[in-house]
């Protein structure tokens, strides 16, 4: 991999689980009547062919971790288990109560937070609420994210038992001075057992999450750490690059940027990894994430089945998305909306028999041709505009700001269609960026993205 390009295209940028980013939405409130349009008008044309897709963000941890920086709830006490399945279960009712037919359920992704903070029996609870109102898609997929220290055995068998065949697990790092600094506590050991009792059980999908440029992290240990990865042979690998940001997540306060690699050593550390992992038998099939080539992720990039929604990548192409709980952003493919972002007006708005949401975003003609620009490219890495339906000033736009990675040979641009080259794959979020009209039209003058490196 060119050092010098890393560098050279090392900027701050998106991570394009949609278009236009979060940032860049509506600032007008979306009101609720007409996001229950949208979501009835997408479910008519969608529920009987694809179904659609379920993200319930689970959003209790025990401990803070200080590199984290989802939207999380630090407590100990498992109390607040039940009246948070409640209101999940109350907010898929009122989402059933205005759809016109039973949901056929294609996909369920769990997240955090830390899903398995719950336990078992609440899990189950939770997901056969979701099913008493729905039909399960016979092509279903159903994914959950696990701590290794809390996913016991029991967590394991129940989520299968109720479907569940995808695993990720939070590795980040194996170096416990690391894990002691970002406040992890977990083993080696305890990875590898949820990763073989898990395949034991039957899943057909294990993924690692794994961090790079974290505190005090160095090549020669992130290399060690590839290594173990590599002997427990996950399916996929998702390669994280650390974004530091105390003044949004206070956490991260716990060290300083002196503790973190320069971009110099945050690159070796990437280089090293993507050049370990590629050996070992990994494919780059998108932004940050590798897959073996018997995995479904690779088998779908292969055959241009691909998609990427806000849950990241997926074999499941749905264009309805329904997100449940604190913080959770439901996509209608016209239009999105983000649910509160603290529990108490989250519980307050259900108790007003209300949908939760806050903010949303509608979008315009040029919004969804960029759209699905951005999409072909990180999920097929090529795009074309054959059509006038795909074409619009902002793509020419976007066209004449690829000339740099053009000569650098990241992209070949012929009449009517784009191709990223194997060069270019690394480089898949600068590529992106180009086609963010939205983010030219209004550069931040503040960091409210993390490095593309």
């Known amino acids: ?51 659609i897709s379920l993200y319930l963000h689970l959003p209790f941890c025990e401990s803070l971790c200080t590199y984290c920086g989802c939207n999380t709830r630090i407590t100990v006490n498992h109390k607040v288990e039940q009246p948070y399945i409640t209101a999940l279960l109350k ?10 037919a039973r949901p056929q359920i294609r996909e369920i992704h769990l997240g955090g937070g830390t899903p398995t903070f719950f336990s078992p029996d609440n899990l189950r609870t939770l997901i056969n609420g979701l099913f008493e109102k729905a039909d399960i898609h016979p092509q279903h997929e159903f994914g959950f994210e696990a701590h290794p220290a809390s996913t016991t055995d029991e967590h394991l068998q129940t989520l299968y038992d109720l479907g569940f065949k995808r695993i990720s697990i939070g590795v980040q790092d194996f170096n416990p001075i690391i894990l002691e600094l970002i406040n992890r506590p977990q083993t080696y050991h305890q990875v590898k057992h949820v990763t073989e009792k898990a395949r034991e059980i039957g899943y057909t999908s294990v993924n690692f999450d794994l961090v790079y440029g974290l505190p005090q992290q160095r090549v020669c240990g ?4 590839i290594g173990e990865v590599i002997q427990l042979r996950p399916d996929r690998i998702a390669l994280y690059s650390y974004a530091h940001v105390p003044w949004i997540k206070p956490g991260q306060r716990k060290f300083t940027e002196a503790d973190l690699p320069d971009a110099a050593k945050k690159l070796a550390i990437y280089e090293a990894c993507c050049g370990a992992l590629e050996l070992a038998g990994y494919t780059d099939i998108g932004m940050d994430h590798f897959s073996l080539k018997t995995d479904s992720l690779y088998e779908a990039l292969e055959q241009k089945k691909l998609h990427r929604n806000f849950m990241g990548y997926t074999t499941t ?23 509160e972002k603290t529990v108490e ?11 939760p949401t806050f903010r949303g975003h509608i979008l315009t003609r040029s919004d969804l041709i960029l759209r699905r620009h951005i999409l072909q490219l990180m999920c097929h890495f090529e795009t074309g505009w054959f059509d006038t339906k795909e074409q619009c000033q902002e793509l020419y736009e976007a066209l004449s700001r690829l000339e740099e990675p053009e000569k650098d040979g990241l992209v070949l641009i012929e009449p009517y269609h784009l ?19 939205r983010l030219w039209d209004d550069v931040p003058q503040t960091a409210i993205f993390s490095q593309t490196f």
């Open 1 to 51: 991999m060119n050092t010098h390009l890393l560098q050279k295209y090392n900027v701050p940028g998106p991570r394009y689980t949609s278009y236009p980013t979060v940032p860049y939405w509506d600032k007008t409130e979306l009101a609720e009547s007409r996001w229950k349009d949208l979501v009835k008008d997408t479910f008519e044309v969608s529920n009987a062919t694809e179904g």
């Open 91 to 100: 907010e898929w009712q009122l989402y059933v109560d205005f759809l016109p």
């Open 222 to 225: 992130m290399t060690q750490t």
């Open 317 to 339: 192409q749905t264009r309805l998305l329904i997100g449940l709980g604190v913080s959770a952003i439901s996509d209608c493919w016209w239009g999105y909306a983000q649910n």
């Open 345 to 355: 007006k989250y519980y307050e708005r259900l108790k007003n028999n209300e949908l």
């Open 419 to 437: 191709k990223v080259t194997p060069k270019g794959r690394a480089f898949i979020r600068n590529i992106s960026m180009a086609f963010d009209a």
